[in-house]
Each structure stands twice: as C-alpha cells, then as structure tokens.
C-alpha cells in the first residue's frame, strides 16, 4: 500500500466512526442520557479498510448482540434509588452509508445510523437512536477535510427523549510515513423532551486534537486530548471539563483482532446540590475492550466488555457500571 493510499483509508476511517449517533452526556438522573446508555465510551478504535471498500457507492453493517448491563439506570447502586438497575437486553444496529459522488480529490454523500435496545428488566431505559449525516470530503495530500452535519432523533421507551443537530468539521494532516494529526472543533444544539411538552434546550461546544501512529495495517496507537462545553437553560444540566482518550488495536492469534480504549472525562457541573452543599463535580473513567474475528461473507464474531466508573462528589451520581455484549456482524 503506497504512502497517500494509506493516510487515504486511515483518514476514511477516522471520518467514517466520527459519524456513528452520539450524544452530549450532560442529563445523568434518571432521564438519563442517550448516549451513555448506548456508547459509553463514545470512542472507537480506528480500523483500516481495504481500498475497495472505501470506493463502494453503498456501503452496509448491521449487527445483533445479546448481552447484560448492571446499572443501565446510570444512578449510585448502594442507594437504592430506583428498584431495578440492572437488565440483559438484545442491541440491533444497522449503518447504511450512500457515496453518489465520488471523484479523484473529493466525495459527497449521506450515512443512516440506527441503534435500538430491548431490555428485559428495566423497559423505560430501552433507547432508540436514529442519526442521518450529510457529508463532504476533499483531500489533497498531505491535507484532508470532513465536514459532516448530522440530525439525531432519540427515543426513551417509545417516546421522544432528544432531538439534536451537530456540525463539527474536521481536518487530518499526515505527519511523516505513519502518523496522522486530526483537529475537529464545532457545536451541537440540543432538544430535550422528558414528558413531550417539558424539557430545556443546549448548545454543546467541543473542540479535539488527535494524534495516530500506525505501526502496520492491523496495529496502531490514537491518543485524543478534547474540551466539552455545555450550556443548557437548565444550570444543573451545564458542565464544562477536558476529555483524553487512548485508545489502539492489534491483530492477536487467528486473526482475531484486539481493540482497546480508555477516556477520562472531568466535568465541573453549574449544578448547586443542597443536600451536599457542594457544586457537583465528576471525574468519569471508561475501559472498554473488543474481540472481533472475521469470517467469509462479511460476518464477523464480536465479544466486548465496557467498565465505567464516575467518581462524583455528588452520592447520587457516583455509580460503577459494567456490559459485556456478544454476537454478530454483517458487513457489505
């Protein structure tokens, strides 16, 4: 693989997950918050495609797992404030990613994102995430642009939890023959609708820089440094703080692929808590681990692992959760 096919497809990739349904994690009560509820981590392990993927004019995924979840109610578990806090539940996921135009230097097209949850315990906390991203893409090595606008719609137990409209470009330069700089800066506005007609608005402003290594096609190292800014009506939904993140994959035996993140996020609430008589601060620690091995026809085996601990001052907030899913992938 030549030097400007291989930033080429790190590039794709990066932009690729960057588009996956994610949410601002600012309303953890027991509303809670879409995308801790489906990705805490919020973060992937970069995996390169082969060139003939990355030219496709369609491209598919879908996956189901089947898995459990001990506090998918996001609240301290020594407190008893909610009667059940831990359910198994079943995640079904399709992507569908539509590339129209594809030219030398440039492409424009559309991806639909889909995520829903059926828990057996626990049902008001079953989520549904749909996403739909319009996207531009140029690139003239060693410089490439991403500019995606994406409209999120979330769904709580059927009914409508949050609406949100997000533009945060990005831009990837490669640095020497295996390393990538990406910088992404932009804002999401946010809806929130707890009983249809309650609820506040948000603006999200985040900012991140990246760096990539990549020791081979199937190894490599990202390290990610961001800030995140919310301003809700609401001053106990606002919180503003750093984020870093590690995260790499390897290809162990069989040609089972390893990913690995880790994320820490510090979140200095506006929220004032009486009871505590202290301002609410977070320190929030996500480990997650991936087993993936890759069949013929495009099915892959998947085993993951999420551990998340937020450290609060705040005893309501202060919880440890755990998920392990299993199951299956299908890719075209």
Not at 218 to 231: A, E, R, S, Y
Not at 257 to 280: G, M, P, V
Request: charged share 25%; hydrophobic share 40%.
């Amino acid at each position: 693989m030549n030097r400007n096919l291989f930033f080429f497809v790190l590039v794709c990739v990066s932009f690729i997950l960057s588009s996956a349904v994610t949410a601002p994690c600012f309303a953890e009560n027991t509303s809670g918050a879409a995308d801790e509820l489906k990705d805490p981590n919020g973060q992937e392990a970069e995996k390169p495609e082969t060139e003939d993927s990355k030219e496709q004019w369609v491209e598919v995924k879908v996956s189901l797992l089947f898995g459990y979840d001990d506090n998918v109610v996001l609240l301290n578990e020594d407190r008893d404030i909610v009667d059940d806090y831990s359910t198994s539940k079943f995640v079904c996921t399709l992507d569908v990613r539509v590339t129209p135009v594809i030219r030398d230097k440039w492409k424009l097209g559309f991806q639909y994102d889909l995520y829903a949850s059926l828990h057996d315990e626990v049902e008001y906390r079953e989520l549904q995430a749909h996403s739909l991203v319009l996207f531009a893409f140029w690139r003239s090595s060693p410089n490439y642009f991403y500019i995606p606008v994406t409209a999120n719609v979330y769904f709580l137990d059927g009914d409508t939890y949050m609406n949100s409209v997000k533009l945060v470009p990005a831009y990837y330069r490669e640095q020497g023959k295996r390393m990538l700089l990406s910088v992404s800066a932009g804002v999401e506005l946010l809806n929130y609708m707890f009983d249809s007609d309650q609820g506040y608005d948000g603006t999200d402003y985040q900012a991140f820089i990246s760096e990539t290594y990549m020791f081979d096609s199937d190894t490599w190292i990202k390290g990610t440094v961001g800030f995140n800014k919310v301003d809700a009506d609401e001053e106990s939904r606002s919180y503003m703080g750093p984020k870093f993140i590690v995260s790499g994959n390897m290809q162990l035996f069989w040609d089972i692929d390893l990913a690995l993140a880790y994320s820490f996020q510090y979140r200095d609430y506006d929220e004032y808590d009486e009871a505590w008589e202290s301002e609410r601060l977070d320190r929030r620690h996500v480990l997650s681990a991936e087993l993936k091995k890759e069949f013929s026809h495009g099915i892959s085996a998947v085993l993951s692992y999420t551990m998340v601990v937020n450290d609060s001052n705040t005893e309501r907030y202060d919880y440890h959760r755990n998920i392990i899913m299993a199951g299956i992938e299908w890719s075209y």
